[in-house]
């Protein structure tokens, strides 16, 4: 089994949110997006799902970007983003799913010996625009809600784990609360997404405390799902 990742797939099936405002490379995205992911993935794969999957304001707008999800090879497992609006309770979710895409929400997964947890996360302290007066308890409660899915990985059988993230969980300041917990609980890969452009790119990505980090922002690598490693 070989095991991917991306974030920030943007879909907007309605067409009501083209991307290609952003700039010229996110221009027919989701056509590179299905076209990169195919000549990659396998059924056998998986792929994790870094946030931000639908511009869709309600779950029922949702479905179609929900469904074209689903119809692309491997089993998908994925975090709700900053910009998932539509994410409504989790049971509510999960029953709108098909059976090769799964959400990561205040618990955990395993998937042919690979370990599975995440969090959506946040600003982190020390970051610039990091406002405590703002952000501080959005913060607590991303740290608070990594822990539990850390506790749920715990109790689980795997031989190597994956964090996935939406907010980067580590950055240029070095560690925080939420890398230093995944460490502790013995995760061996870090995936993210949210940052864009030349934000992605200052990113910290490589290894550290026996941590691999790496960004899977859409437009970072190229609308191809990202080969961690393989079983």
Known sequence: MRV?????????????????????????HQSKIEAG???????????????????????????????????????????????????SSPSRVR????????????????????????????????HPDYDPD?????????????????NALAVLEWKLAVAMFHYPPRGAEGDTELSAMAAEAGVGWCVYGHLHGEDAGRSFEGEAGGVVYRCV????????PLLLFET
């Open 4 to 28: 991917f990742a991306i974030g920030d797939l943007h879909l907007s099936s309605t067409g009501e949110k083209p991307m290609d405002v952003f700039g010229p490379a996110w221009a027919d």
């Open 37 to 87: 992911w195919r000549e990659a993935v396998a059924d056998g794969d998986l792929v994790l799902l870094c946030g931000d999957l639908s511009w869709a304001m309600r779950l029922p707008q949702a479905l179609d970007d929900l469904a074209f999800v689903e119809g692309l090879p491997g089993t998908k497992y994925f975090i709700q983003g900053n910009h998932d609006y539509w994410f």
């Open 95 to 126: 029953a709108a799913l098909g059976p090769s895409t799964r959400l990561i929400r205040f618990d955990a997964a395993v998937q042919g010996g690979v370990g599975i947890c995440g969090v959506r996360g946040w600003i982190a302290p020390g």
């Open 134 to 150: 703002e952000d501080e308890r959005h913060w607590q409660r991303a740290a608070a809600r990594f822990r539990l899915s850390l």
């Open 217 to 224: 922002s859409a437009d970072h690598i190229a609308f191809r």
